[in-house]
């Protein structure tokens, strides 16, 4: 299907000054809003005519969202801050610098400065199919073209999870935000609610039209990281075609209380292999209690368990067990 790029559709501009003023409008406005954050993933989709909104909340003059602060043990980070500011952040980078790097993984120093932690984690997905104004099912159509056609082109879809649907989420922090047991502040104009990270991302079992929880009239405003995993050890990788620009084919990112080389608790999550951040239980499971140089290789071939590739994507099942092994090992040479 032919995409139109010869301007924008129209719309109304608004541009609140404070949270309050927004989720007024995302009521009023209801699904004929469309909230802008730094803006990456929207404008592309209005100059491809993908999304046609009637009125955009520009959220970018909203202080209140951005910047990093302590309260009592939990480190809370506007969801407007951008992924510059979380890389390079003190307290961030001392007690969780798996989201530091992370955060430093995404895209270029450009969209880095522009992008924010918000917007990373409730982004789209990156299917060419559905990108490009296919009638998939996500669209609301009736096939998968990636995952259905025999001529489907699916190098960089999903290996877990995929009902229907074999689309991915790109983000790179989601999936350290996972693991760091992060908690997302939710508000609309009846109040605000806290979920854990990992029940904020859709598979297509539950919604098959979208990546995440957020309903019209609603704002994610905040993400809370408790001292849970605070200074603890971290491993971090992300594999692309490019090692700049360039969204993840895998990455992973692990979190682990060790005492000496034993292993007494770990959270393993990998990114681009789902619909959502997929978590490794059977690997943490395995790794329980243990030495980690004499238990990464068996464990490491859990991380591929269950795993239904594509024609063209069986590489990311290889790729789930050699990071699950690194990460385990703290090692990216192993």
Not at 151 to 170: D, L, T
Not at 250 to 274: F, H, P, S, T
Request: hydrophobic share 45%; glycine share 10%; with cysteine.
């Amino acid at each position: 299907m032919a995409i139109i790029r010869d301007g924008m559709p129209p719309f109304d501009l608004f541009r609140p000054a404070s949270v309050d003023d927004a989720l007024a409008l995302a009521g009023r406005l209801g699904a004929d809003a469309w909230i802008l954050a730094g803006g990456l993933d929207s404008l592309e989709r209005f100059k491809d005519r993908l999304k046609r909104p009637k009125a955009v909340i520009d959220l970018g003059g909203i202080d209140e969202l951005r910047g990093v602060r302590r309260e009592g043990g939990d480190l809370v980070i506007g969801a407007m801050t951008t992924l510059t500011e979380v890389s390079r952040h003190p307290d961030i980078r001392e007690r969780f610098g798996l989201l530091a790097e992370a955060a430093a993984a995404v895209a270029s120093p450009q969209i880095r400065n522009q992008g924010t932690l918000g917007g990373n984690i409730a982004q789209d997905t990156r299917c060419w199919y559905y990108r490009g104004g296919w009638t998939c099912y996500r669209a609301g159509g009736g096939t998968c073209f990636a995952g259905e056609s025999p001529q489907g082109q699916n190098r960089e879809h999903a290996i877990f999870g995929a009902e229907g649907c074999v689309a991915v989420h790109p983000s790179d922090t989601a999936t350290a935000l996972v693991a760091l047991e992060a908690r997302l502040v939710i508000k609309n104009r009846k109040g605000e609610r806290e979920i854990a990270a990992e029940d904020f991302f859709v598979g297509p079992d539950r919604d098959i039209t979208r990546l995440n929880i957020l309903v019209p009239g609603e704002l994610l405003t905040a993400i809370r990281l408790p001292a849970t995993w605070a200074g603890a050890t971290f491993y971090f990788e992300k594999v692309s075609d490019r090692p700049v620009w360039d969204f993840p084919l895998v990455n992973i990112a692990a979190a682990m209380r060790l005492n000496g080389d034993r292993i007494e608790q770990a959270r393993l999550v990998l990114g681009a292999v789902a619909a959502r951040p997929w978590r490794l239980f059977d690997v943490e499971t395995a790794v329980a209690g243990r030495d980690r140089n004499a238990v990464a290789e068996a464990a490491s071939r859990l991380a591929a368990k269950g795993a239904a590739v594509l024609p063209h994507n069986g590489y990311k099942a290889v790729l789930a067990a050699n990071l699950a092994k690194r990460a385990l090992l703290g090692n990216k040479d192993a």
